[in-house]
């Protein structure tokens, strides 16, 4: 059964009557970027089959009963102003075998009276059937019909499988879940019909060992002791019940902890890298941090020094020159000044020597000079000396010098302003800021040269810590991890580890008990059939041994088929598994189911030597996912051919390496597939590779291309989607 | 009779036109006596702890390059710091220096001169200073109109400015 086309009126963003996609066999791709309508498309398939849409607010399915008229164009909303507007869907399935046609149609209407909107409660399916595709079509109205045309264009239990969004992809496949696995083995075969087997055969043993254990008391030769024993018996077996319940619960555990080990192994060594790489990146921010310190004290020891190191007085020698000559012409002047002044006062003195020894020893100078003047005569020479004259004013001046040199040696006492002192020491400091002065320049590059170095070093440490926050960058995007994820995956490992190992230290106790449990009930049974007087009957022995082989074969009859059917789905998740992952550099490995304590099975990847690879990407992992979808499909033998795939965006979880070899896996899964796809919108390789590959099982392609870019989308009255063939 | 002491008993003044440029390098309040520190005042943008560094570098880019700009008529002066107050002393004095041997005072004649005069030439001397003080804010201030980036994106804007001619 294939889908031929599916037509859209009027549904969310696909505006209009007349949209129209067509299908052929092999795979179908719609292309479109982000908010290109896409997952409107998905949601079309969805809405005609199941009655429901995602929606992204909720993150959950929603029915058209509560999705009501947003399943209706807006812009068709827009252009009524009075009347009825529907939103429908149309899928025509094309059985190619038979050549019978299906054309399932959901419908929902609203009534619209001058703009306001008048809601239908629910919508309206149809299903038309034609026989032969040339037929006319009619409509189908038993109610068992239609469930049974939609069960088989879509049957339930691999509805899952068969129709999934890529972001669902993680939780259809989770293998820590115990029933995943036993859901898909069901796919595979009925493995309840072994359960009931296995029911029925319990029961038989038991009714036999009912019987059994009547003869042997019956024929007991101490009916009291046997009395106690089979007392002790159903103890004992009551323990072992007991014990064996806790067992499963136990060994539950330690598979649920040894799985989430396992999967964090996987991450463990990514973590690990992030954690080392974090933590090395601690230390280049602490070292950043002090360097940027040492680099910010030295920036401002760098200005002060314009004061503290006189950098500020740099190429002001000549000040100090020209200070010192004249400083210098000060001093000379000024020494000049006193040697002519002392010379002046020596000469003086002199004179002053020399007339004192003209007057008489002995006399009262002023008083016999003051009488000379009076006398008019001279009384050393007697000579006459007229007042007046010459000679009279010589005598005079006697008198005269002593107080004129009295009055001069007074006015030498205040000399009139001395600077020198300060003069001098301007003139010191200068001459000791010199040898400073010379330095500058050599201190400025010197304190550049250290500032340089800093700088140097602080860009070393930079480019240090962009390389790392580039590794981490890329680690973390590689592994979809966060920094805060990686510690915490570390955290968990050790804990989830010493789980693991208290669990397992508990179910070797418990073992251990139930043997001693078994092994006394054997001793109680033993003495039991000691006490039998007399033979018990032949057929009742058998039918005991029958019963109880019967029990076992029927358990181990499941187990067997079980495994078979797990080695299958191993074997061919495997096959898809190395074909996606062909042409691909990174780590590939073989997927392995490994069973577990608890009877369930997680896969690991391990290489050829048997050893389990570390460090899987997400990628990696979602991989694994996809080849268990596609291996409960391929490995149901036909049914690939039987239904379609149906997914939205299944590559954007894992990188674009990838999707050719997806698109070359599914196309020999299935005999047709839709996917929806941004990876081909941007790189036109991939999109050449997708239409010419060989390999590649190419049935239709198309681009949708929206009316209105999603940033500019406050208003969608106008929103329509454009349908585009590209072959 | 103390030359230096009396000189340094002077607030010289500046020019009010360049209280902006004043402000925008220098820490004017919480400088090194108050709460700021080194840093803080680094990561403020300011190069200048105290109004009488500026008025020193000023002075010393002025008489460098031997540009002094007389105080307009109209200028509204703005007095600060006593000289006595500069630090550090040494620096202080050096710049003493250099103004007695741009000045035109006569050592030997200042000696002998009366209280009067050597009041007057003092004042002289304030005045040079303040003129040279002027000029080396003019030279800053015609940088920053020239080049704008030259004080925004340089940390050694004032080092590399010791060597403007």
């Known amino acids: ?727 | 009779m103390d030359l230096l002491k009396r000189i340094k008993d002077r607030a010289p003044e500046y020019d009010a036109i360049h209280e902006s440029l004043i402000t925008k390098f220098t820490l004017v309040q919480g400088g090194r006596a108050g709460t700021s520190t080194d840093e803080s005042a680094w990561e403020q943008g300011k190069y200048f702890s105290t109004k009488y560094e500026i008025y020193m570098y000023a002075a010393l880019l002025g008489l460098k390059n031997d540009y002094r700009v007389p105080f307009s008529k109209d200028a509204k002066k703005e007095k600060f710091m006593e000289i006595r107050s500069w630090q550090p002393p040494k620096l202080v004095d050096y710049v003493m220096m250099c103004l007695l041997a741009k000045s035109d005072i006569d050592f030997n004649e200042l000696e002998k001169m009366e209280e009067a005069e050597v009041e007057k030439q003092i004042l002289a001397y304030r005045k040079l200073l303040e003129e040279y003080a002027n000029g080396g804010f003019d030279k800053i201030r015609a940088k920053m109109e020239a080049e704008p980036g030259f004080f925004d994106s340089n940390d050694n804007c004032f080092i590399d400015l010791l060597d403007l001619k």
């Open chain 1, 1 to 727: 059964m294939i889908i031929k086309k599916i037509e859209l009126d009027n549904f969310m963003c696909y505006a209009g009557n007349g949209n129209c996609i067509e299908f052929s066999e092999g795979i179908n791709v719609i292309i479109g970027d982000n908010g290109y309508g896409k997952s409107k498309l998905y949601d079309a398939f969805y809405w005609v089959m199941h009655d429901q849409v995602f929606s992204p607010e909720k993150k959950a399915f929603e029915t058209t009963k509560s999705a009501k008229a947003n399943l209706i164009s807006d812009k068709a909303k827009a252009e009524i102003e009075n009347g009825r507007l529907s939103a429908a869907v149309k899928i025509t399935f094309h059985n190619l075998e038979k050549d019978s046609v299906y054309i399932l149609e959901r419908r929902y209407s609203i009534t619209v009276t001058d703009g306001k909107i008048q809601e239908d409660n629910d919508g309206e399916f149809t299903i038309m059937e034609k026989e032969l595709s040339y037929l006319n079509a009619r409509m189908v109205t038993d109610v068992d019909r239609k469930r049974m045309i939609v069960n088989s264009i879509l049957p339930p239990q691999i509805k899952d499988y068969l129709w999934f969004q890529g972001e669902q992809v993680e939780s259809i496949i989770d293998f820590n879940q115990k029933d995943t696995l036993t859901k898909a083995v069901n796919v595979l075969s009925n493995i309840s019909r072994y359960d009931s087997m296995i029911e029925i055969a319990e029961a038989a043993a038991k009714a036999a060992a009912k019987e059994y254990d009547t003869d042997l008391r019956r024929l007991s030769k101490d009916s009291a002791k046997s009395a106690v024993l089979e007392t002790r018996r159903l103890e004992l077996e009551k323990k072992i019940y007991r014990q064996k319940e806790e067992e499963r619960e136990v060994s539950d555990n330690l598979a649920r902890a040894e799985a989430r080990c396992e999967e964090l192994l996987n991450k463990q060594a990514d973590a690990k890298k992030v954690s080392v790489l974090q933590e090395r990146k601690r230390g280049v921010v602490g070292r950043l941090e002090l360097l940027n310190k040492e680099l910010k004290k030295e920036q401002v020891n760098f200005h002060r020094k314009m004061f503290h190191s006189h950098w500020v007085l740099k190429g002001t020698e000549d000040m100090l020159k020209l200070y010192a000559n004249k400083f210098s012409e000060y001093e000379k002047k000024k020494l000049l000044q006193e040697a002519e002044e002392k010379v002046r006062k020596e000469m003086e003195d002199e004179v002053d020597a020399k007339l004192q020894t003209r007057l008489p020893i002995n006399v009262p100078e002023p008083n016999y000079v003051e009488w000379m003047l009076e006398k008019e005569r001279c009384l050393v020479c007697d000579r006459e000396a007229k007042k007046e004259t010459e000679a009279w004013l010589k005598i005079k001046e006697l008198l005269d010098r002593p107080k004129e040199k009295k009055k001069a040696s007074k006015e030498v006492a205040v000399v009139p302003l001395d600077f020198s002192g300060d003069l001098k020491s301007l003139y010191q400091n200068g001459v000791a800021l010199e040898s400073r002065i010379e330095d500058i320049d050599s201190d400025i590059n010197d304190a550049l040269q250290q500032r340089s170095n800093l700088q140097g070093n602080v860009r070393e440490v930079n480019k240090e810590m962009g390389a790392i926050e580039l590794d981490i960058q890329r680690l973390l995007a590689d592994t979809a991890l966060t920094s805060e994820g990686a510690e915490n995956i570390l955290n968990e490992y050790s804990i989830q580890n010493k789980k693991a190992k208290d669990f397992k230290d508990d179910w070797s106790r418990i073992t251990h008990d139930i043997a001693e449990s078994e092994r006394l009930l054997k001793e109680v049974n033993d003495e039991r059939r000691d006490l039998v007087t007399g033979a018990l009957p032949a057929w009742l022995v058998e039918k005991k041994e029958v019963t109880s082989d019967f029990e076992i074969i029927a358990k181990t009859t499941r187990d067997r088929v079980f495994n078979n059917l797990i080695t299958q789905l191993e074997q061919e998740a495997n096959k898809h598994y190395q074909d996606m992952t062909l042409g691909n550099k990174s780590a590939r490995g073989i997927i392995k189911l490994r069973k577990q304590t608890n009877g369930n099975y997680m896969p690991e990847i391990i290489d050829s030597n048997g050893n389990p690879l570390l460090g899987l990407n997400t990628s990696n992992i979602i991989l694994v996912k996809l080849s268990a979808i596609m291996a409960i499909i391929s490995a149901k033998g036909n049914s690939g051919d039987l239904y379609t795939l149906i997914t939205d965006a299944p590559t954007s979880v894992f990188g674009e390496d990838y999707t050719i070899g997806f698109c070359k896996t599914i196309s020999k899964v299935y005999q047709q597939s839709i996917i929806m796809s941004k990876e081909f919108y941007k790189n036109q390789e991939l999109k050449n590779e997708l239409l010419k590959n060989p390999d590649i099982k190419i049935g239709r392609v198309y681009t949708i291309t929206p009316s209105i870019v999603e940033g500019e989308r406050a208003d969608r009255s106008n929103l329509s989607t454009k349908i585009e063939a590209l072959n």
